[in-house]
């Protein structure tokens, strides 16, 4: 069975970082678009950062770029999203989540591409 377990959220000030962790178990950690989304009460998921675990390609969401980053550890199958310079507007329940497999080139944010979702991690800043 598929798993997928965040941690690393919490509450900082803006202009403060935070690295969130997504540690994947029950399949091969190969070749499998895979990163985070995020969620703000009251509003649409959306795609925050993705990497493409075979060959480390990365998509980021315009808003984040240049604050985030996106890389994997493919030994202890997990992706983190270091977050810096935090703002007011990145407060939202942050996921993981995992495509079946393949890359997602051109399309790396279409929730519905993603089959394997983590709980959920709450990031709060505040101003």
């Known amino acids: 069975q598929v798993q997928l377990v965040e941690s690393g959220g919490g509450s900082v000030q803006a202009g403060g970082s935070l690295r969130l962790s997504c540690i994947a178990s029950?399949?091969?950690?190969?070749?499998?678009?895979m990163g985070w989304f995020r969620q703000a009460l009251g509003k649409e998921r959306e795609g925050v950062a993705i990497?493409?675990?075979?060959?480390?390609?990365?998509y980021y969401a315009d808003s984040v770029k240049g604050r985030f980053t996106i890389s994997q550890d493919n030994a202890k199958n997990t992706v983190y999203l270091q977050m810096n310079n935090l703002e007011p507007e990145d407060t939202a329940m942050y996921y993981c989540?995992?495509?079946?497999?393949?890359?997602?080139?051109?399309?790396?944010?279409?929730?519905?591409?993603?089959?394997?979702w983590g709980q959920g991690t709450q990031v709060t800043v505040s101003s």
């Open positions: 989540a995992a495509n079946e497999g393949g890359n997602c080139y051109g399309r790396p944010f279409r929730v519905y591409d993603y089959t394997y």
């Open positions: 990497i493409y675990t075979g060959y480390g390609i990365t």
């Open positions: 029950g399949y091969t950690y190969t070749q499998r678009c």
